[in-house]
């Protein structure tokens, strides 16, 4: 079983950054793609980004696309998400997620694992 806790959100200006961190325990996620996940009040959730067990392969919305960057640290057993340029339309929280097949796939149901979430607050 794998445990997956995710930080870094909070209160940010339109234009600035935040850096979330998943971080995971139980066992390694050194094997599995791991992807961010983000629901708005009233929205549906929504994939943001996602990458594969050895981190060769990324993949993003377009909406966050040349904003953010996935990155893991599978030493560290941790994935980052590095937001840049947030927008009021990026507040959501946010989760990470992790799933065993191989690949990487952009709808929820894919996923074994879940997070909490963090909330992102992006202020105009």
């Known amino acids: 079983q794998v445990q997956l806790v995710e930080s870094g959100g909070g209160l940010v200006q339109a234009g600035g950054s935040l850096r979330l961190s998943c971080a995971a325990s139980?066992?390694?996620?050194?094997?599995?793609?791991v992807g961010w996940f983000r629901q708005a009040p009233g929205k549906e959730r929504e994939f943001v980004a996602a990458?594969?067990?050895?981190?060769?392969?990324?993949y993003y919305a377009d909406s966050v696309k040349g904003r953010f960057t996935i990155s893991r640290d599978n030493a560290k057993n941790t994935v980052y998400l590095q937001m840049n340029s947030l927008k009021p339309e990026d507040t959501a929280v946010y989760y990470c997620a992790a799933q065993r097949l191989a690949g990487i796939f952009i709808s929820g149901t894919y996923y074994d694992y879940w997070g909490q979430g963090t909330q992102v607050t992006v202020s105009s």
């Open positions: 139980g066992r390694t996620i050194s094997t599995l793609t």
């Open positions: 990458i594969s067990w050895s981190g060769g392969s990324t």
